[in-house]
């Protein structure tokens, strides 16, 4: 009777494991890649007219979008100085393609833990259509992977907390001087 019994469970295990790995497992992997195709917004590069990155203990950076220029975009705090388009370009894929965001939800007094009482940064987006959309930084995670960080976050019990690429660690840190357009050598 005991070969009997284990044979049968065997049998219940091999035929759960296929069903987990064929039928459950790859249902669960398209729901996420249906999620993650999603950026942290929906609107377009070209769209974007202001940026403001405020840093904490630090001067904030204002830039504008320009019609008309060698440079697409200009700084207009601290300096009015033409703007390295690749700078720009690398904070508007990390809005707008980037999908390896993960969220979570705390209550509005666990905040702190994540550094988002107080946070280190701040990313405000004005669109053409004078649509304003803002991130908040605060603290990297354990690993130094991501970094906490909120998206226009609101006043209430429970909030989203969104873990995001450290990426925007370095692009709220950058010098002054790697925004600025520098002119091509001869």
């Known amino acids: 009777m005991k070969k009997t019994t284990l044979f049968l469970v065997l049998i219940a295990l091999g035929l ?15 729901e996420t890649v249906t999620d993650s195709q999603q950026g942290l917004f929906s609107f ?9 990155i405020e840093r904490e203990g630090k001067e904030t950076l204002k830039f504008i979008r320009l019609e008309t220029a060698a440079s697409s975009w200009r ?3 601290p300096e009015g100085t033409p703007v390295a388009d690749s700078s720009i370009v ?20 666990q905040l702190e833990q994540y550094g ?3 946070p280190s940064a701040s990313i405000s987006i004005e669109l053409k259509d004078q649509t304003k959309h803002k991130i908040i930084l605060g603290n990297p995670t354990f690993d130094e ?8 976050p609101e006043e209430e019990e429970e909030t989203k907390v969104y873990i995001l690429p450290i990426d925007f660690k370095s692009v709220v840190e950058r010098p002054l001087s790697e925004w600025k357009l520098t002119a091509a050598k001869t």
Not at 16 to 30: A, C, D, F, R
Not at 145 to 152: E, K, R
């Open 116 to 118: 988002l009482k107080n």
């Open 75 to 77: 700084m207009k705090q």
């Open 44 to 52: 377009e590069e070209d769209q974007v007219q202001k940026i403001t």
């Open 90 to 109: 690398f904070l508007l894929n990390l809005l707008i393609r980037d999908d390896s965001n993960k969220t979570f939800t705390v209550q509005t007094n």
């Open 145 to 152: 992977q991501g970094i906490y960080g909120q998206i226009n």
């Open 16 to 30: 759960g494991g296929y069903v987990y790995w064929y039928e459950i497992k790859p249902q669960s992997q398209e």
